[in-house]
């Protein structure tokens, strides 16, 4: 793998440190859920979704020959009513055996819809990818019923029993919400399927709520905490933090807490292991100013900004009005391109983590991504484009390794210690506790105008192992090594 490179400024020059703290979750309660006997019935195929752009005009290249899924040395594998109205999508390519039905669990209405869209793009080309266009494993056509959660647990938790209940699904993939994805990973234990998720990034999907069941295709904030790790303290000694009171938000709020202060940095308020440093504030707040205030009255050196979906615009609107970036260095998030192009004039010089940029990443796989992208949305990949896509590449490795079986047994075995190609680069899906060990980088923000949304020169680039979470697994499972 090769990545873009240009200039590498140095950390210290700039005003802001972002980190890239992304996907805000919508709840951590997650309700309990009666495991279903999937339905007999099969849904009936709809057409595709229409593209909400028009089709570029360059002309798509061919895929490159999908790599031979490979088990990592050392692992061992484990054993194994209300609601949107569910939409399903087509199937291409000839088949024998009986369809294979997923649940794809987006967000297109609720506080991150933003990153709905992407998720599905980014799935329906990885599985394009994958089967080399034929949609299906083994005979087996792939049938993706595609459901709206609106970033809300219940009405996520509803939906991803009607997939299983009513559709058939016999896999589920998604969600954007942190909250949500808790309480679907919980539905897919009790249910004996697997689960895919992502790019929801709480650490507790494969932490302390950890089940066999249920495998990342995107990352953790552990990872994003760990790609900064100390140069947080090069900032400053005194920090404070605001984030959303939901279950993204508290774990990445913790995972920070423990780099800085496993650095030497200190919090002003709220200095325990439970209070993380940090302001938390409603996901849905609209008006910032009381949180703003507490973190100003902090008196902090760096204040690290947890934040995503529609209020992360009016939450920096806020911060500057009422000097936030006057008195202390603001540390958050590279967002979506849109986001980027519309809330990060500020912060120019910038330095800090990208989840996932396509203009880094110079493989095959990236550029067949970014060059279908182009031709069928008019537009590149953005931010969690690349965890869609490698959802759908796990889903196929997976099928392929059991003949399209899709029962969780020989899924879960096929899933532990997998490697693939993605965008960006080599993944490693490590047994122990299914964290998607990853490339992650570190970039300085240049410009926001850039009319492809290339907005950053590389700084450094980590190897999936400089960046590999501890194993946060429950002790009395016995899986950490």
């Known amino acids: 793998m090769k990545l873009h490179a240009h200039r590498?400024?140095?950390?210290?020059?700039?005003?802001?440190?972002?980190?890239?703290?992304?996907?805000?979750?919508?709840?951590?309660?997650?309700?309990?859920?009666t495991p279903i006997a999937p339905a007999a019935t099969a849904t009936t195929a709809a057409p595709a979704d229409t593209p909400?752009?028009?089709?570029?005009?360059?002309?798509?290249?061919?895929?490159?020959?999908?790599?031979?899924?490979?088990?990592?040395?050392?692992?061992?594998?484990?054993?194994?009513?209300?609601?949107?109205?569910?939409?399903?999508?087509?199937?291409?390519?000839?088949?024998?055996?009986?369809?294979?039905?997923?649940?794809?669990?987006?967000?297109?209405?609720?506080?991150?819809?933003?990153?709905?869209?992407?998720?599905?793009?980014?799935?329906?080309?990885?599985?394009?990818?994958?089967?080399?266009?034929?949609?299906?494993?083994?005979?087996?056509?792939?049938?993706?019923?595609?459901?709206?959660?609106?970033?809300?647990?219940?009405?996520?938790?509803?939906?991803?029993r009607e997939a299983i209940e009513k559709d058939g699904a016999k896999v589920?993939?998604?969600?954007?919400?942190?909250?949500?994805?808790?309480?679907?990973?919980?539905?897919?234990a009790q249910n004996k399927l697997i689960y895919i998720s992502t790019p929801a990034a709480s650490p507790d999907l494969t932490g302390k709520n950890f089940n066999v069941y249920t495998f990342r295709a995107g990352r953790t904030?552990?990872?994003?905490?760990?790609?900064?790790?100390?140069?947080?303290?090069?900032?400053?000694?005194?920090?404070?933090?605001?984030?959303?009171?939901?279950?993204?938000?508290?774990?990445?709020?913790?995972?920070?807490?423990?780099?800085?202060?496993?650095?030497?940095?200190?919090?002003?308020?709220?200095?325990?292991?439970?209070?993380?440093?940090?302001?938390?504030?409603?996901?849905?707040?609209?008006?910032?100013?009381?949180?703003?205030?507490?973190?100003?009255?902090?008196?902090?050196?760096?204040?690290?900004?947890?934040?995503?979906?529609?209020?992360?615009?009016?939450?920096?609107?806020?911060?500057?009005?009422?000097?936030?970036?006057?008195?202390?260095?603001?540390?958050?998030?590279?967002?979506?391109?849109?986001t980027m192009a519309k809330g990060y004039a500020d912060a120019v010089g910038s330095v800090g983590v990208s989840v996932y940029h396509y203009a880094l990443f110079d493989n095959p796989v990236n550029t067949w991504l970014v060059e279908q992208h182009r031709a069928k949305y008019n537009s590149p990949p953005d931010l969690f484009t690349e965890s869609g896509f490698n959802a759908a590449v796990m889903l196929v490795k997976a099928l392929e390794a059991t003949n399209g079986d899709p029962a969780a047994d020989g899924m879960i075995k096929a899933l532990e210690g997998l490697q693939f190609d993605g965008p960006k680069g080599q993944y490693t899906v490590r047994a122990t506790d299914h964290v998607l060990l990853q490339p992650m980088t570190l970039v300085k923000l240049t410009n926001t105008t850039d009319k492809d949304f290339k907005f950053f020169d590389l700084v450094k680039a980590f190897k999936p192992e400089e960046t590999a979470p501890p194993c946060a697994v429950p002790a009395e499972m016995n899986r950490c090594k």
């Not at 997923?102 to 933003?114: E, F, H, K, P, R």
């Not at 589920?172 to 897919?188: C, F, R, T, Y």
């Not at 990445?252 to 709220?270: D, E, M, P, Q, R």
């Open 172 to 188: 589920l993939v998604g969600v954007p919400s942190s909250g949500v994805a808790l309480a679907v990973s919980g539905l897919a």
């Open 221 to 338: 904030s552990v990872q994003d905490a760990l790609t900064m790790g100390a140069a947080l303290t090069g900032l400053g000694k005194k920090f404070v933090q605001i984030a959303p009171d939901y279950a993204f938000g508290r774990g990445s709020a913790a995972a920070f807490y423990s780099v800085v202060k496993g650095a030497g940095g200190t919090f002003t308020i709220n200095d325990t292991t439970e209070g993380a440093g940090t302001v938390f504030a409603p996901q849905d707040t609209t008006d910032f100013t009381p949180y703003i205030n507490q973190v100003l009255d902090s008196k902090a050196e760096v204040v690290i900004v947890t934040w995503a979906g529609a209020g992360f615009v009016p939450l920096f609107q806020q911060m500057q009005q009422l000097g936030v970036f006057k008195n202390m260095t603001v540390a958050t998030g590279m967002g979506d391109n849109q």
């Open 8 to 33: 590498k400024p140095t950390l210290g020059a700039s005003l802001l440190l972002v980190l890239a703290l992304l996907l805000a979750a919508c709840g951590d309660v997650v309700p309990t859920a």
């Open 52 to 160: 909400t752009t028009a089709a570029a005009a360059s002309t798509a290249t061919t895929a490159p020959a999908a790599d031979t899924p490979t088990t990592a040395a050392g692992t061992t594998p484990t054993e194994a009513m209300t609601g949107s109205t569910p939409t399903t999508g087509s199937t291409t390519g000839g088949t024998t055996g009986g369809d294979i039905t997923v649940g794809l669990l987006t967000d297109d209405s609720g506080s991150l819809a933003i990153y709905g869209p992407m998720l599905e793009r980014g799935f329906a080309l990885g599985l394009d990818y994958a089967t080399k266009g034929t949609n299906a494993v083994a005979g087996h056509a792939i049938k993706v019923v595609t459901k709206d959660t609106a970033s809300d647990v219940n009405t996520g938790s509803n939906l991803a």
